[in-house]
């Protein structure tokens, strides 16, 4: 039952991925952001499998919450209409194709490496207090900036949106 459950959700998990870059329903990038929550929502699933409940959690509330809210943000934001009418060129579309055949290469030449290497047992060392207190004690100063520069990114866009400012 378990490996039908992690079948399932790869699959889901790639169909959605495939639907973000190229939905054949609608060229919307609001839809495509919708699939991209849905990708990552049967990628949590995927982590709930393999008991990386902390991870799952994460997944969710912070991707799928917050970075895509900021995503809906920046697209409700700009004026989008000119990008769903252009057509995709061959250079581009040839460049894509020869880029995604190289991520397929490495990851079944990896796979088939791992394979004859044999399971590795799995290690998990920590929990998520450890993981709290390192973060906060450690790498507060790193932590902070980030969320800064979050900020500085979110202001930065509202004001490049804005249509006239006064």
């Not at 790869?10 to 990038?29: G, K």
């Not at 952001?33 to 393999?50: D, E, K």
């Amino acid at each position: 039952m378990h490996d039908a459950f992690f079948y399932i959700f790869a699959i889901l998990t790639v169909f959605c991925a495939v639907m973000v870059v190229a939905n054949p329903v609608s060229r919307s990038p609001i839809t495509s952001a919708m699939f991209l929550v849905l990708t990552i929502t049967c990628m949590a699933a995927l982590f709930v499998q393999l008991h990386a409940f902390f991870l799952a959690a994460v997944q969710i509330l912070v991707y799928a919450g917050a970075v895509m809210v900021l995503f809906l943000f920046v697209i409700m934001l700009l004026d989008l209409k000119e990008e769903e009418r252009r057509r995709i060129k061959a250079v581009s579309a040839g460049l894509g194709t020869l880029a995604v055949g190289s991520i397929l290469f490495l990851i079944i030449k990896s796979t088939l490496q791992f394979g004859q290497a044999g399971a590795i047992p799995p290690h998990t060392e920590g929990s998520t207090a450890s993981l709290g207190k390192l973060l906060f004690s450690n790498y507060v100063l790193p932590f902070e900036i980030l969320s800064l520069l979050l900020l500085v990114a979110m202001v930065g866009v509202i004001l490049l949106s804005k249509k006239d400012l006064k």
